[in-house]
Each structure stands twice: as structure tokens, then as C-alpha cells.
């Protein structure tokens, strides 16, 4: 089922997310809606708080469009080592119609669950390393403008604003 993402500055975007206890078939359900939902929104990551679900769950694909989908799904995802320095534009499906660059680590490795329970750990580059960073980001509350210079940030605010208020 599509969910709605919810938009900035939605309070839920803001809050931490608490940990999975258990993988039953309501997480699997999560995963499944959150996958159609991104693929709906033609994304590249989406994290639960995205779609009003304060719980550590992300799913990304970056696959590209003429490549067959490969869906990362990962509960309780940690990133236990970083390295490497990158900048590059970030949007994101609940800030629609913005982007900016974004300072992220360039390599990270992600330790986390799969559906079945099982723990897996991703080394990860390039556009993977960059939406791992950014869908853990969202379980932590944090936005990629969360990242910009405060001036960058007020102006994105004010810039925002305008957009929303003119529809």
C-alpha cells in the first residue's frame, strides 16, 4: 500500500525513532508499503518516520532506472565505520522540490537486520554510502538541511516557506 510522506516541517521528521524489539509480519508489511511507497515516489532511500513510523526500519535502491531493482532493507541500521569525504546534492521526498550539497562520508559500512532477523553488514560507496547516511539521518531526526551552514539553512527556511505558501 502507498503511504502519504509526510513533509517538512512535520513534527514526526524531527523525532527520534525507537529501536525494532521483534521482526513479525507487521514490520514486514512496513517494509512493503515503505518499498512501494518509495518506488512510487520515484526515491532512492525512504525511512519509516517518512511515512509516520517513529521505528528504525530504511529501505533504499539505487539501482538504475534501466537496471533491475535490488531493495537494501535494514532494521536497525548502525553505522559502525566512516571515512572518506564527499559533497554532493541530496534531495529528499519530504522536502520536495529542494536540494542541496551536503558534506557525507564517502565510504561507511552499515551494520543492521534483514526480514528474516538475520544481521548483515554493508560496505558502502558513492550514492549507496551517501542514502545510508541520509535514511539513518531520518531515524535520528536529523534532515539533510539539518547539515547546511546557518545561512544556507535560513535561507532554505525562508525559500521554503515562499514555495509552500504560493502552492
Not at 564517502?106 to 554510502?129: F, I, P, S
Not at 535520528?140 to 547546511?148: K, N, S, T
Amino acid at each position: 500500500m502507498i503511504r502519504t510522506i509526510l513533509t517538512y516541517p512535520d513534527p514526526v521528521l524531527k523525532k527520534k525513532s525507537t529501536p525494532v524489539p521483534v521482526i513479525n509480519d507487521k514490520i514486514r508489511e512496513l517494509v512493503r508499503d515503505m518499498a512501494e511507497t518509495m518506488y512510487d515516489a520515484q526515491g532512492v532511500g525512504l525511512a519509516a518516520p517518512q511515512i509516520g513510523v517513529s521505528q528504525r526500519v530504511i529501505v533504499i535502491d539505487v539501482s538504475q532506472k534501466d537496471e533491475k531493482p535490488e531493495l537494501i532493507v535494514c532494521i536497525n541500521p548502525v553505522i559502525v565505520h566512516s571515512e572518506g569525504e564527499s559533497f554532493e546534492e541530496e534531495g529528499c521526498l519530504s522536502i520536495p522540490k529542494y536540494a542541496a550539497n551536503v558534506h557525507r562520508h564517502e565510504h561507511v559500512v552499515v551494520k543492521g537486520l534483514n526480514l528474516d532477523g538475520a544481521e548483515l553488514t554493508y560496505h558502502a560507496e558513492g550514492l549507496l554510502a551517501i542514502a545510508f547516511q541520509h535514511e539513518i539521518d531520518h531515524l535520528d531526526g536529523i534532515l539533510f538541511v539539518d547539515h547546511l551552514s546557518p545561512l544556507k539553512r535560513e535561507m532554505f527556511r525562508k525559500k521554503y516557506r515562499r514555495a509552500v505558501e504560493e502552492g
